[in-house]
């Protein structure tokens, strides 16, 4: 008895050992999107694009010699969940860095976890500015980096009247605030703007689709839609079956990517436009490795060390949107901060984040002391296919978080 407790404490001790090798081995950093609820329709896909980035990032030999070991939990789309979950990721499973929010309503109730806790997120979707925190990383498109180009290229077409429908909630009552106050510095009345907001998760758009057929009579009117999830799959049936077009009135989408287009009616919905720091269809060496790289990950994920489902079992009907990129974007700054600073302490890495820059698929971004980033922007022409055609870019535009200071200035 006595030998068979020795071999057992023996073999304990060895277990021990053996993880904590496996803990020093690795960097444990947290996945923070929701995979359930009315946002998973565009969350989903960003978890699967930082599994597939820490994947590559792995396979090149980890960060600072250690292998990423992903958290990956699910707030469910309930917006009090998501500060639950950040400071599970933070406290309980000691992440080093997280990724993750989608709506600013969600970025909103875990902000005040990460600046309690110190921690770091990198927060990669278009968001409506009027906030700088030195806990969080804004790879996303500011205003000023989407809807103000947008806005600015309707103008230059002839578009007059501007009807702002959006989701109830931070992001599209703030851009539309600042939308409001640009508009009125080109010119437009109160009159001919129109300003409307649904719930997540609407589905009776009959009643607003027919006010915008109304709004739209003269063909001086667009619609600038931040509305956000799987609301949009209704409305934009609702605005076809209505017999409204590119043509007649056409819908200019701040949340509808690549990603949204494969619930939605692609070939009714032709030539509706989307403006972003990336599309799929760009041209060059970077996005044609990163589609296709992603493309056979997603057919056979690598995985390395992990045991998490991905969306999908093959690439078929999969694609690459702004959001996804801005995700791997993130991932990459940070795992080059944290090798320049040699550490995965926060304060060592937000410090040396400040300056980095990497050549990604929608061209060389850097990390501006704003913790925005300088980008491209391209507006797209929707295409049968759900892809966007490139009709303007954009070079070099700073974000910037404040609109006092681009109002301003324009």
Not at 66 to 78: L, W
Request: charged share 20%.
């Amino acid at each position: 008895m006595k030998k068979s407790f020795r071999s057992l404490l023996t073999a304990a001790a060895g277990l021990a050992i053996a993880w904590g090798v496996h803990a020093a081995e690795t960097v444990k950093v947290g996945v923070l999107h929701s995979l359930s609820g009315t946002m998973a329709i565009s969350e989903t896909s960003l978890k699967d694009v930082l599994l597939f980035t820490f994947d590559e990032i792995n396979k090149a030999g980890g960060v600072n010699g250690k292998m990423i070991e992903p958290v990956v939990v699910d707030p469910a789309s309930n917006w009090p969940l998501f500060a639950e979950k950040a400071e599970q990721l933070l406290v309980k499973d000691k992440v080093a860095v997280v990724f993750g929010c989608w709506t600013s309503v969600s970025r909103k109730s875990v902000l005040p976890v990460f600046e309690r806790l110190n921690g770091l997120l990198f927060y990669p979707v278009q968001y409506e500015g009027e906030e700088l925190s030195k806990n969080i990383f804004y790879t996303a498109e500011a205003v000023n980096q989407q809807a103000l180009p947008a806005v600015d290229y309707m103008l230059a077409e002839g578009k007059t009247k501007f009807y702002l429908l959006g989701s109830d909630y931070v992001y599209p009552r703030t851009t539309n605030k600042i939308l409001k106050q640009y508009l009125k510095l080109k010119g437009i009345p109160d009159s001919d703007i129109v300003e409307i907001y649904t719930p997540f998760g609407h589905t009776d758009y009959q009643t607003i689709v027919a006010d915008i057929k109304k709004f739209s009579a003269g063909g001086k009117a667009t619609v600038i839609s931040t509305l956000n999830g799987d609301t949009n799959v209704p409305f934009f049936k609702e605005f076809a079956n209505a017999g409204l077009t590119s043509e007649n009135c056409p819908v200019v989408s701040f949340s509808i990517s690549e990603d949204e287009f494969r619930g939605l009616p692609a070939k009714e919905l032709a030539g509706h436009l989307g403006c972003w720091t990336y599309f799929m269809s760009l041209k060059n060496p970077e996005n044609s490795k990163f589609v296709s790289d992603f493309l056979g990950w997603v057919k056979a994920p690598v995985l390395t060390g992990v045991d998490y489902k991905v969306t999908g079992v093959d690439s078929k009907g999969r694609v690459t949107c702004s959001p996804m990129n801005l995700s791997r974007l993130g991932v990459y700054l940070w795992a080059q901060a944290a090798t320049k600073a040699g550490s995965f302490d926060v304060d060592k890495v937000r410090e040396a984040l400040i300056g980095q820059k990497f050549k990604g698929p929608g061209g060389e971004v850097t990390m501006q002391p704003n913790h925005h980033l300088i980008n491209n922007v391209y507006i797209g022409e929707t295409l049968p296919t759900g892809q966007f055609k490139v009709i303007k870019s954009f070079t070099g535009v700073k974000g910037e978080p404040f609109s006092e200071k681009f109002l301003t200035a324009k």
